[in-house]
């Protein structure tokens, strides 16, 4: 299919993508762009009235099931989408009538896809039709439709159909089996189970109809439920219409069908779903977004590939991974290969750790399934599947059928020779390791992945007497056009890497974790001869590299291939070995992707052997021109992006770093229809972070960028997480220098010890129950008859109960007994005015505030006396981004004792010194000072003017100005 | 699967199969055996209210599409099935409530599938259930469905859902696209289309609800369309609902979807319908039945047999042939092999040459796919696939794919070496030639097949100059447990006999039709050198038979394999090879089927080289204890029986012959689940035709039987087609002798010329119209105030109706003009009055002895004066008994004169003195002897005596009798 010149209708923004017409011709290519997700499941981008031909997909992690030739794929389910509006007897669909308006946008901010038709039915009514979808992500087993329905020029009957089609299929295959379904109230469910693997779905849905009165049906045609509406339409009027759908399975739950039925139930309303949905997109972009300015087509591009890889990513499930066309289409049947780990990781483990962490804890559950593909090849340890599904057993397909009767089987030997797929898994495993710091699950899982991987190369190693060397022979190497392979440079470099990581991590453990080092050295049996054949391997393996002409060769006898010049093909609209065949495209000097460059890029971020910027540059001149980017694999432009930025030639750059980044938007390969290229996807972060953005980990302060920004880029910006801290980055383009505005840890200029905590007190700072614990006492002192008012309330700022209670009473005697009573009525009114608390009761710049600290780095504690703080910060939707609280249980002694204070330093693992306070109390900051910390006074000077620094409230309050004025002078806002 | 002890809760009478038990456990092999169809269609036995894990079929004719691996598969179309009943809110399912009564039945004499249930529903209401179904064989694209609906305890509202299913699956996989669908009046339709082959096809259904007031929704979920009615139940009284559905594809009309509604528009009620169903039938069985006395259950087990290869058999459709699985599963797709030639065929050449003709062309029309495979595999001429399609191309898969991740692909070689199938197709061309004498067809399609594919066997064959002989090498005979044969007997010997045949229809076609023998010689180049090669071959083929001993060896090498002796593996529940595995069981000598003993069987009609009694019995002696009859292929105990049979070997050839035949209805094998053997069930028609009935074709006058009837049966009857008669078999058992009663063509005893014709009256004879006749002359007389009364009316026993309105104006004299339109009057009231005649106006034995009359080769014509005669037979529902009618339009001058017979006699073909005459009229009879025909009088002496033969009726008169009594006496009744 050719359709490099697909004149496509998009517009893009900084956040959406719009289509503004609609062509029957591209739906396949736009179902896969509009796929929409939440990490649970994937929904691509039909249409709720569907089309012809239209291929409906709803794709849930994990629900693989039997199919022949590629064993196991993941199953479609049931589709949520079916929505059928009949306008005055006629339904609503594209391809009759007349569409007078279209427009369709993915809100890449909200993870919202949304539609404007204005249709004129064949009838001649004309209707106005807005619908919008998600699938939440603040609760994966929820998803919502809503379609607002507008009769333009008439009055009529409208009717809505809305069903679950329980007939959902793979390419024609339907994985499951009807088992159940039903009615109550006026919802429906359904129960349908896999044949094979034998996992239960439940589903259930409801329909509300909004601004008019409808009759409401359900019916429940065998494996279709469907609820009817049907209403009076009157012009000019809209009426909405609004789906909920919840889905569950045997994977998530014992009873998925109750499950569903029981979420049904208990379901908010659309717009507080909405708003649900709107936080948690912007809790994942806040660490996850790379903006760009100067460049909007970029700009869009970056944040379309990295929603793809957020809504495929596992949040809740470490036994799936992200398959290589994600959860967007059919392509790959959903398994997983080297993309994940190589491609598409970089950018979980250094903005999403927790979600890197589940994807390569499936590796760690699939070992079982390496270890049998070792056995099954008479090789030792864990041999990982090129392809893998639910049990990492191997599911690559032995043959491609030939459609054609007569037509030759194509053998595929990816399952027997692509093995590099072992060490790449490794590969990530140290990646994530070296960045998060997270020793614990190096301990329990990367470990032995590390190892038996290593245990079973060092039994497919091969010794040549003849050369006195190890060998690997019978490979494919990461270029797929040479299908058997001896030597290959990039599998054999990398077989060494990984056994010399092996003896480290080895070494590490015993150091660290001694049992656990000697639990797995009983149970891989890590013997003292194994470890010296590891160590005889890295040192005799052999690497085809040529230290006088710094050239690779890529294997054994490539230079003496035929060569080729790829130039003489053009112009053309498909692969070198499409237009060569297999057979002659193997002869030839001629690559699929990058290979011994993508052993250099491999070796780039650390520098180890073979790379240096010289032998990248004279590989670089030998293979780029030889290799198949255009066509070959869509792993390629990225890669090419990255290392040819590296080089200097920022041009060429750009153009890879375009290819990879508009292949699925712009169809860039013809086969986008088939899903999103996930490994694309991860590399155009990749090349965004690593290439243009230059960022290197250094071993002392992390990240550290040495940009190369495409011209035209303004403005580059993205955090980046490292061993606990978050690294913000701000580039700018002109200049061409690093802007990093935040990096931290760093001596400030004037030699005052770093800052790497702030203490917020509560009340009066963050949020203002100062007003509601005012209200409390003046109800209780008006019930008592007691003198109080605002201004004796402003005595009570940082003081602790019973101490408030004493200052209010005065003079006053009072049994301890009736003392207590006193002090819990109040606190039981107060306890009952804090439950209507809410984030909006934040005090104005708190939240960027707490943001800002928690991406620079800066630990947050929190200090109050109240002994209600922490359902407090609950309410305020920021315990995320507090790691400590400190509050009237902690200490014996209140403020202005240092005690509090101290304590919340301690738990931070903070000196006092190293922390500064945040309080609005006298009290507070005579406490602050007192524990040595300095302290940020919000207020009057009067009342807080013995701290460091005094402002009037946090509004507008960024944390480098903060730090700035901590170690000069004071602010007043 | 271990089904060979199922405790089967089924019932056998003469003519149905009576289900008393509902056990799910058997659902699936339950539904092939209640599968019903009309030979466009097939229909799997699945219930209206459908079961867990149902696999629901209805497969038509032809209706293929693309499917990986196989190619091509016939598509489960549509589930025309689907009627839900809800009994106060609990849908009647087999699995809740109670069950407490269930009888299902299938009538095979009419092709009807009905079912009983008593339930009571989970809430307690009791209803009782009567479904009713069949696939209309008078009008193929019609199916009716009927439900009696009785509450027995209970008032309460009835809801009926009915469906079409258009989510139809074959093991998962759905082969359509729901193209549109809609509604009219009450009722529904559907347009879906084959998603390869691009085949649309269109549904319509309605619903009526008799004896209740019910309401009629249609609602119409995507591709579901369902049509509710709603009614108030009352207990005792029964509601019926009747589905009705039509179906047509664009393989059989332009647009299918408004043939589909326009068939529904103007279709019968359901009784009608009904009615029509079971007159096709009544047709159908007249030729096709076997009936045995003294064992009823071969007695059904045959019939059964014959039912589902007649409702596979594809009556208007001469593209398409029947699968190896029929219509009735999924087992092997659908495909085409030698089992329909080898197997199926000879039935139907036997009992429905139209239908064999219909399959015979498909392979005329398949030719272009044959040449395919022959220039894809090298050779020349015609190669035809051991698994045909649509097209004829080669789809038998080359791999069996594993389940197991690491398990190996099997590879079948069956496409490349199991060729003996282009010998089987010429095989059974010649026997269908043989039979029909259909020269014609042999011209326009038989003679091509045999000629082209005679072509490839000269290109196949390869000389061995060592031993000067051709071979052929590298096959699969017969018996496929040996996977690479050089020079199989079976092979070898059918190869010579096939080109033996092409140079006899070579010959053949230059003599008869010297055009169409040059036409083909030019298409099919059939030089010189080529008829010379195949002569060559045919006198140096290796054949392995060794005249000393009679031993055929199997092929090269076979009696120097391991031996085994079968019983050593008893008790066992599967195939030899599943117990050896493939590559052991290629090593020993043991057959999957018969394979030496098969070549035997398919020479023995011809009595042939290699056949003779004593080389069959040698060779079973060797080859009948080494063959897996049991578990190796269904193929082979049909076979093994006849040929016991023929040893004398009676309760052998008995207990092979039922394991034959009840393979599917007791599951024998275990396999009935994927649908009927079709071959088996052809072969149980060979082994009671040709093994029990022992019918062997004598050059001159036909089938002659040497009965061998199984212990017990006391009685067999059917009847064959040969050349053009019906010869009909009625042998009786205790005898053991043949007891045909009706060879003809053999001089009787008396020495007189041989009966070969009868002419019979009609008026008086064979109807009684002469008191239609009667009444409109009496009504013109009334009239015209002529003096007229059944006395007078004697008289106007055949004679013209000039000569009549003669007598009956006796000396009045009217103009010509006047006279012209009395007799037109009296024509007039008569035709009006015939209106109505039908089969039922028969005179009693009419009927009996037509058909007797054409089971035994006597040629029949109607020598009526009568204009009206045509339209009387085709009432009466007569036309295919007689061959020729001579009326009122044939001769001028009227009975008493000699003519008509005369020409009734040149029309027939035969010499007056080879015919009869039936008679009621003395003017008749007086004609007939005129002729220089013998008479038989029908009526009192009085008015007939001067006839050969006088009898008061046809009432008990058979043929034998009759002929015998020409002979010699004449017969008072």
């Known amino acids: ?109 909200r993870g919202v896809l949304s539609r404007f038709i204005r249709w004129c039915s064949p009838n001649g009514k004309t209707v106005d039709l807005q619908f919008e979808r998600f699938a939440s992500l603040a609760d994966p087993n929820v998803l919502c439709l809503r379609c607002q329905i507008k009769p333009v020029d008439f009055n009529g009957l409208i009717e809505v159909q809305a069903s679950i089609n329980g007939y959902p299929e793979n390419q024609g295959f339907n994985h499951w089996e009807v ?282 190693v091969e010794y040549n007497t003849k050369y006195e060397r190890y060998e690997i022979c019978g490979v494919i190497g990461a270029d797929e056009y040479h299908e058997l392979a001896n030597n290959n440079a990039f599998n054999n470099r990398m077989v060494q890497w990984h056994l010399e990581k092996a003896i480290n991590t080895q070494d590490w453990l015993r150091e660290k974790y001694p049992d656990k080092a000697k639990e797995l050295e009983q149970k891989l049996q890590l013997t003292l001869s194994r470890r010296l054949r590891w160590q005889d391997i890295i040192a005799n393996l052999w690497i085809p590299y040529d230290a006088n002409t710094g050239l690779i060769e890529q294997s054994d006898g490539f230079f003496k291939l035929e060569d080729i010049n790829l130039d003489d093909y053009e112009p053309r609209t498909k692969s070198i070995q499409s237009v060569l065949g297999i057979e002659e495209a193997n002869k030839r000097q001629v690559l699929k992707q990058p290979d011994v460059l993508m052993l250099l890029y491999l070796m780039r971020e650390s520098e180890e052997f073979p790379y240096s910027l010289e032998v990248l540059e004279k590989n670089w001149d030998y293979y780029a021109p030889r290799t198949d980017i255009t066509y070959g694999s869509s792993l390629g432009p990225a890669i090419h992006g990255i290392l040819a930025s590296d080089l200097g030639k920022s041009e060429e750059a750009y153009g890879y770093f375009m290819q990879a980044a508009m292949v699925d938007i712009e169809d860039v390969r013809g086969n986008a229809h088939e899903g999103i290229h996930g490994a694309s996807a991860g590399g155009v972060w990749q090349a965004v972070v690593f290439g243009f953005g230059g960022i290197k980990l250094t071993e002392d302060s992390g990240p550290v960028a040495t940009p190369h920004l495409p011209k035209g880029w303004k403005r580059l910006q993205f955090k980046v997480y490292w061993q606990g801290d978050w690294h913000e980055f701000d580039l700018k383009g002109e200049s061409m220098e690093a802007q990093n505005t935040s990096v931290t840890n760093n001596p400030d200029s004037s030699g005052q010890t770093p800052i790497k905590g702030v203490i917020f007190d509560l009340d009066g700072v963050l949020t203002d129950t100062a007003e509601y614990h005012y209200r409390a006492w003046q109800r209780l002192a008006d019930e008592e008859g007691l003198v109080f008012n605002r201004e004796a309330n402003e005595e009570l700022r940082g003081v602790s109960r019973r101490d408030s209670l004493l200052k209010i009473i005065g003079t006053k005697k009072y049994s301890e007994e009736k003392f207590q009573e006193m002090m819990d009525r109040k606190n039981r009114y107060y306890v009952e005015s804090i439950e209507n608390i809410s984030p909006t009761d934040l005090l104005p710049g708190a939240m960027d505030l707490l943001k800002e600290l928690r991406s620079s780095g800066i630990k947050v504690a929190l200090g109050s006396a109240s002994k209600n703080a922490r359902p407090v910060v609950e309410k305020l939707g920021i315990g995320e981004y507090i790691e400590v609280i400190a509050d009237g249980f902690s200490v014996q002694e209140p403020k202005p004792a240092p005690d509090l204070f101290l304590f919340a330093a301690q738990e931070l693992g903070l000196e006092p010194g190293e922390c500064i306070v945040v309080e609005d109390a006298g009290a507070g900051v005579e406490a602050a000072l007192a524990a040595g910390m300095r302290a940020v006074g919000l207020g009057p000077v009067e009342r807080v003017g013995e701290a460091t620094v005094v402002l009037l409230s946090l509004e507008g309050v960024n944390w480098q100005d903060l730090q700035a004025s901590l170690n000069s002078l004071v602010l007043h806002h």
């Not at 760690?364 to 056995?375: E, P, V």
């Not at 194509?410 to 998060?436: F, G, K, M, N, Q």
């Open 179 to 460: 088992i159940d379904q039903g009615k109550y109230d006026q919802n429906a469910w359904l129960h349908l189970r896999t044949r094979g693997s034998r996992i239960n779905l439940g589903m259930a849905t409801g329909l509300t109809v909004i601004d008019a009165e409808a009759s409401l049906q359900v019916t429940n045609p065998p494996g279709y439920p469907t609820l009817i509406a049907a209403f009076q339409g009157t012009s000019g009027q809209a009426v909405t219409v609004e789906k909920m759908v919840t889905i569950f399975t045997s994977r998530d739950v014992e009873n998925p069908i109750q499950a569903a039925q029981d979420k049904l139930a208990t379901l908010p309303t659309y717009p507080i779903l909405l708003k649900e949905q709107q936080q948690a997109w912007e809790e994942i972009w806040d660490k996850s977004d790379v903006a760009v300015e100067g460049d909007v087509r970029a700009a869009l591009a970056i944040r379309y590939n990295l929603f793809q890889l957020l809504i495929s990513a596992p949040a809740n499930d470490d036994k799936v991974s992200i398959p290589a066309k994600t959860l967007s289409g059919f392509g790959y049947r959903g398994h997983v290969f080297w993309d994940t780990e190589i491609f598409i990781l970089p950018f979980f483990i250094y903005t999403q750790p927790a979600l890197a962490r589940n994807m390569l804890t499936y590796r760690y559950h699939t070992l079982g399934g390496a270890r049998r593909k070792a056995i099954h090849y008479g090789y030792k340890g864990a041999m990982y599947s090129w392809e893998s599904a639910d049990t990492g057993d191997e599911v690559t397909p032995r043959w491609l059928p030939p459609n054609d009767p007569y037509g030759d089987d194509i053998r595929i030997w990816c399952r027997d020779r692509e093995i590099h797929i072992s060490a790449d898994i490794a590969y990530a495993v140290w990646s994530y390791w070296l960045v998060t710091g997270d020793d614990d699950w190096m301990r329990d899982c990367g470990a032995e992945i590390i190892l038996d991987t290593a245990v079973f190369w060092g039994s497919r």
């Open 1 to 109: 299919m050719d359709t490099k010149n697909l004149n496509l209708d998009f517009i893009y923004t900084d956040w959406s993508l719009i289509e503004t017409r609609f062509d029957p011709e591209k739906i396949h290519h736009c179902e896969t762009v509009f796929t929409i997700g939440n990490g649970y499941l994937g929904t691509r981008g039909t249409f709720e009235e569907s089309y012809p031909r239209a291929t409906n997909a709803t794709i849930l992690q994990g629900v693989y099931d039997d199919v022949p030739i590629v064993y196991t794929e993941l199953a479609n389910c049931p589709d949520w989408l079916p929505l059928i509006v009949i306008v005055d007897g006629d339904k609503f669909r594209l391809d009759r009538g007349e569409i007078i308006s279209y427009e369709r946008k993915l809100d890449l901010r």
